[in-house]
């Protein structure tokens, strides 16, 4: 920068110095000077010179005249560069993290660690890096972003170290750096199941003997937390509710003195006790372990009979019979604690013995025997009562006793018994397909002199559970030996009855006097088996099955049949099949088709066939279908039974499809579509069906919004025509009055509809053209308009030339249109020096001349009226005329006022390519 004072001598001295808010920071050199001097801006202060703080300075520069005091001042903008002065800087000097134990390789530890570089991005992103250390080999860092992450999470293990510490290095393009550490503790995972010191094996008298046992367990986990936290429990068994455990402590006691004898005797004393050893972790982890407590027999228990008393029956004149037998029991489960020995006492023990059997697991039997030499008599001594003793041995001496009624029997006196096992059911078949014998019943008498002989009591017939009276009386017969023999076998019908029931007796002939001879009833079931000897039969179905091929779809039911057989289980099992259909148009040709298929369900013995459509059908055929139907029941040995019914489906074609027209809307007329079936079938008496409801465009009918396309079916399978629809309606007065509050409007056929429609779009057509035609017309006429205009634009120019060649002493008061048949008297041309209110060229007839054309004038558009249409020019070739403008120019331009002292509209124009000299 140069300073400059055009003064000479002192006048030309001048002082210089700094102005501004950085001046602090800068000198001006030199300080004074004279005339001319290079000035320059030194650093004064270079800690105020700083890119991090500023990027950019300015200083005033001031040149003061030493003598007059004169200034000037020039403003310096000093922009400063930017160097590498900074290291990165890192926001803690110590970031405390924490990871779980468990970590996969990749977790993320932190990605908030982010160090700063006064120096901006000039010298480089920041590279972040761990120096080497212990834990460099389990964590790493992303270099861009600083993301701590784990390098190998196997080796993550708090219970081998909890802590790590890292050096974090941030390094920046230019090569300087800058460390933080890193502190990383190890989260504790519950990964460490309890583990059980040593085995409990616990030994302990029953009665008197406690348990106390305290479990000893630990567990790896950090301590003084959940995760290293035990609880103790017990695991449910057998014997676990008899024991509790501390759940803090571990400590095993019983809850109430032990019993050997509680114990099953195969376990030989020994209880085993699962202990649940559980840490309070998420999830818990636990350990189990087993505490077998053997517990001591000692001799305890009294042995007990298994009756307080016995009764025992022995047959007179018999010696040495064996009476019955005692038995009893010792809960000790030792052998030296429950043997027993028995003894007897009472009046008459000297006729019997006692024999003493030891038995398993502390049982013991006593057999009574008569002695061999002795034998009872039943008219001396009809009973004798004894008490057996069961002793068992040792200090104690410990005894129990029962009571013995020997009762002696006389000869004859008990009633026949039927024997179970011949009177088990059994089974014949129906209409003579067995005959003879088919039971023996057995009967049965204690006596050793008993007469028997088997009676027929009763004869019961049921069906189905249902008593059917005595239709079955004659079907069986009973010999007194018990043989059971068919009696009319082609009689036995099982649609008829189902079960017969004999009910026999036994009777002992040489029963003594005053005892019963009879044994208790018996029942023989005879279950009747079924034969297939009943066809299946179809239901009468005076049904009439319609179908309207536009309305049915495939797999969509059309008719149906139902069948039932009196046979039972597999041979009342009915299969519809479709033997043949075929179709019968009015004309009567048949035509076989495969249109249908039959499905079938069953409920309570009655099986319904659901005839069913496989594709759809041609809705213009007319004519019915004779579908042929059989029901075959399924016997498992029997031939099959069938039979066969014919059903006739009739069609209705599109032919009978009506239209009603509505002049409510679609939604409306689906909102009241159960009004309008109820009435519609009220005056028709028919099944209406419908098949779509649509809107009609509103440009095409006024008064009608919606229609609806329907049949009317009459249940013969007839249908009604549009004539016999509108007939009918017009009949019921009252469902006429409903259709039409309905919104019912007209009642067509969809073919009408359809020709009104394409009526309509013929005649839209129509119009159309028309219209196109009209418009052609006036786009002519405009354009023959506008070339008259245009003709009388030219002959005013024309004329307006001729003007100006005449003197203007010649010229007359009188008026005088230019380019029009208004001449003066004289016959001359036309004059110019006529007032312009307005030329008024259209308001003039044209003459002949109107359709000359000049074609100098072809290429150009004349725009004589601002508010009409504009018109674009194409610029002539040739350059207009200097010396002589063009005369109607020259004529026409100047003229302003008017006699109203109105300005009027501007009619003149320049137009340099209009040259009319050459006319």
């Known amino acids: 920068m140069v300073a400059y004072d055009p003064d000479q001598g002192a006048n030309g001295t001048f002082l210089l110095s700094l102005n501004g808010t950085d001046a602090e920071a800068f000198n001006v050199s030199p300080e004074r000077a004279a005339v001319s001097v290079s000035v320059q801006v030194v650093v004064k202060n270079s800690e105020m010179v700083d890119y991090e703080k500023k990027t950019e300075m300015q200083v005033q520069v001031v040149a003061t005249d030493s003598v007059s005091g004169n200034y000037?001042?020039?403003?310096?903008?000093?922009?400063?560069?930017?160097?590498?002065?900074?290291?990165?800087?890192?926001?803690?000097?110590?970031?405390?993290?924490?990871?779980?134990?468990?970590?996969?390789?990749?977790?993320?530890?932190?990605?908030?660690?982010?160090?700063?570089?006064?120096?901006?991005?000039?010298?480089?992103?920041?590279?972040?890096?761990?120096?080497?250390?212990?834990?460099?080999?389990?964590?790493?860092?992303?270099?861009?972003?600083?993301?701590?992450?784990?390098?190998?999470?196997?080796?993550?293990?708090?219970?081998?170290?909890?802590?790590?510490?890292?050096?974090?290095?941030?390094?920046?393009?230019?090569?300087?750096?800058?460390?933080?550490?890193?502190?990383?503790?190890?989260?504790?995972?519950?990964?460490?199941?309890?583990?059980?010191?040593?085995?409990?094996?616990?030994?302990?008298?029953?009665?008197?003997?406690?348990?106390?046992?305290?479990?000893?367990?630990?567990?790896?986990?950090?301590?003084?937390?959940?995760?290293?936290?035990?609880?103790?429990?017990?695991?449910?068994?057998?014997?676990?509710?008899?024991?509790?455990?501390?759940?803090?402590?571990?400590?095993?006691?019983?809850?109430?003195?032990?019993?050997?004898?509680?114990?099953?005797?195969?376990?030989?004393?020994?209880?085993?006790?699962?202990?649940?050893?559980?840490?309070?972790?998420?999830?818990?982890?636990?350990?189990?372990?087993?505490?077998?407590?053997?517990?001591?027999?000692?001799?305890?228990?009294?042995?007990?009979?298994?009756?307080?008393?016995?009764?025992?029956?022995?047959?007179?004149?018999?010696?040495?019979?064996?009476?019955?037998?005692?038995?009893?029991?010792?809960?000790?489960?030792?052998?030296?604690?429950?043997?027993?020995?028995?003894?007897?006492?009472?009046?008459?023990?000297?006729?019997?013995?006692?024999?003493?059997?030891?038995?398993?697991?502390?049982?013991?039997?006593?057999?009574?025997?008569?002695?061999?030499?002795?034998?009872?008599?039943?008219?001396?001594?009809?009973?004798?009562?004894?008490?057996?003793?069961?002793e068992n041995p040792g200090p104690q001496g410990l005894e129990s006793t029962a009571n013995i009624t020997v009762v002696v029997v006389d000869v004859n006196d008990e009633p026949p018994t039927l024997d179970a096992v011949s009177l088990q059911s059994i089974s014949v078949a129906e209409n003579g397909s067995e005959h003879g014998q088919v039971a023996q019943v057995i009967a049965q008498d204690v006596d050793t002199n008993a007469l028997l002989r088997i009676e027929l009591v009763d004869v019961l017939c049921t069906k189905a559970g249902v008593d059917v009276g005595s239709v079955c009386h004659g079907w069986f017969s009973v010999d007194t030996n018990g043989s059971v023999y068919i009696n009319q076998s082609e009689a036995i019908d099982y649609e008829v009855c189902h079960l017969v029931t004999l009910v026999v007796r036994a009777q002992d002939l040489a029963t003594d006097l005053g005892f019963d001879a009879y044994s208790s009833n018996g029942s023989l079931l005879i279950n009747i088996k079924d034969k297939n000897d009943n066809t299946p039969y179809f239901l009468p179905n005076n049904q009439t099955f319609v179908i309207i091929p536009e309305l049915v779809l495939p797999n969509q039911q059309v008719a149906s049949v139902q069948a039932r057989d009196e046979d039972s289980e597999d041979n009342g099992i009915i299969k519809f099949s479709i033997l043949k259909a075929d179709f019968v148009p009015k004309d009567g040709a048949t035509n076989p088709v495969q249109v249908f298929r039959i499905s079938q369900s069953v409920e309570a013995g009655l099986y319904t066939g659901s005839i069913e459509l496989v594709t759809n059908l041609d809705s213009t055929l007319q004519g019915t279908y004779q579908v042929t139907v059989q029901a075959q029941d399924q016997p498992a040995m029997d031939p099959a039974l069938e039979t066969q019914t014919t059903l006739n489906l009739f069609t209705v074609d599109q032919s009978y499809r009506v239209r009603l027209q509505f002049s409510t809307s679609r939604e409306d007329v689906g909102a009241n579509m159960e009004e309008i079936k109820a009435a519609l079938i009220q005056a028709t008496r028919t099944s209406v069906y419908v098949v779509t409801i649509q809107n009609i465009d509103s440009m095409a009918r006024a008064r009608v919004n919606s229609y609806m396309d329907a049949y009317f079916v009459f249940s013969n399978g007839s249908a009604l025509t549009l004539t016999e629809l509108n007939v009918m309606i017009r009949k019921d007065q009252d469902a006429l009055r409903q259709l039409l509050q309905l919104g019912l409007v007209v009642v067509s056929s969809q073919e009408t509809q359809e020709f009104n429609q394409t009526q309509l779009l013929t005649n839209v057509i129509i119009g159309l053209v028309v219209s196109l035609v009209l418009v052609l017309v006036i786009m002519i006429t405009a354009l023959v308009c506008f070339r008259k205009s245009y003709h009388r634009k030219l002959r005013a120019m024309k004329a307006g030339k001729e003007a100006r060649k005449t003197p203007i002493e010649t010229m007359t008061p009188a008026a005088a249109i230019p380019g029009t048949n208004v001449y003066n008297t004289d016959r001359a041309n036309p004059m110019l020096d006529l007032p312009t209110k307005d030329l008024g060229l259209e308001c003039h007839s044209s003459s002949d001349l109107d359709y000359h054309s000049l074609n100098s004038l072809d290429e150009n558009s004349v725009d004589l009226d601002t508010d009409s249409k504009e018109f674009k020019r194409k610029d002539l070739p040739h350059n207009p005329p200097e010396s002589d403008s063009e005369p109607l120019t020259a004529a026409l331009s100047g003229r302003s006022a008017g006699t109203s002292g109105q300005q009027q509209r501007e009619l003149s124009f320049t137009n340099p390519g209009l040259d009319t000299t050459d006319l």
């Open 72 to 390: 000037s001042v020039a403003t310096v903008t000093i922009h400063l560069r930017n160097i590498n002065d900074h290291r990165p800087v890192f926001s803690k000097s110590l970031y405390e993290l924490t990871v779980p134990e468990n970590s996969p390789t990749g977790f993320l530890v932190t990605d908030s660690i982010e160090a700063t570089d006064l120096d901006g991005d000039e010298w480089g992103p920041i590279t972040y890096s761990l120096l080497p250390g212990a834990g460099e080999d389990l964590f790493e860092v992303e270099p861009k972003s600083g993301n701590v992450t784990v390098k190998n999470g196997t080796l993550l293990d708090r219970e081998k170290q909890a802590m790590y510490y890292l050096t974090m290095q941030a390094t920046d393009g230019g090569n300087q750096s800058t460390t933080t550490m890193l502190q990383i503790t190890l989260l504790d995972v519950n990964d460490n199941p309890p583990v059980v010191r040593g085995s409990y094996n616990i030994f302990v008298p029953e009665e008197d003997g406690d348990v106390s046992v305290t479990i000893q367990a630990y567990d790896d986990d950090q301590p003084g937390t959940n995760n290293s936290r035990l609880l103790f429990s017990l695991l449910p068994g057998s014997y676990s509710q008899n024991f509790s455990i501390d759940p803090d402590t571990g400590l095993l006691r019983n809850l109430e003195p032990l019993d050997r004898e509680a114990i099953d005797p195969a376990l030989e004393g020994r209880i085993v006790l699962t202990v649940h050893v559980a840490d309070c972790g998420e999830p818990s982890l636990s350990t189990d372990v087993n505490v077998t407590i053997t517990v001591e027999d000692i001799n305890d228990n009294l042995p007990i009979f298994n009756q307080s008393s016995y009764e025992f029956f022995v047959m007179e004149r018999v010696p040495g019979a064996l009476v019955g037998t005692v038995k009893a029991w010792d809960a000790d489960q030792t052998a030296a604690n429950n043997r027993i020995s028995f003894s007897l006492s009472g009046t008459g023990a000297n006729n019997f013995i006692l024999q003493s059997i030891v038995l398993a697991l502390g049982w013991a039997e006593g057999h009574l025997w008569l002695l061999p030499d002795v034998s009872l008599d039943y008219e001396t001594q009809k009973l004798f009562n004894l008490t057996v003793s069961a």
